[in-house]
């Protein structure tokens, strides 16, 4: 399956990559700053969200960024 979004915190991605690339692809996400294939966990968003969502790489933080609707891309159960 190509997911377009990553399964952690939503954020989408400029293209789909196929989900078994992404487990070991050991990219870091610019928006919940998790790792594929180490610690994309539900308790990693989680701690992410109670820590009040900070962006793992600010420079690409757009302006009106809305946590809420990013979440809505999320894979709930990714991992779990
Ligand atoms: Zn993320």
Redesign the pocket.
């Known amino acids: 399956m190509k997911i377009a979004n ?1 399964p ?2 939503g ?1 989408p991605w400029a293209e789909a990559i196929e989900e078994e690339e992404l487990r070991c692809s050991f990219w870091i ?1 610019d ?2 700053g ?1 790792e594929y294939g180490y610690d994309d966990y539900p308790t990693y968003r989680e701690t992410w969200i109670r820590q009040g969502a900070p962006w793992f790489n600010q420079k690409k933080r757009p302006k009106n960024w809305n946590l809420e609707e990013q979440l809505k891309h999320m894979i709930v159960n990714w991992n779990a």
Do not use: A, F, G, V
Request: a neutral charge.
């Open positions: 990553c952690i915190c954020l996400c928006c919940c998790c």
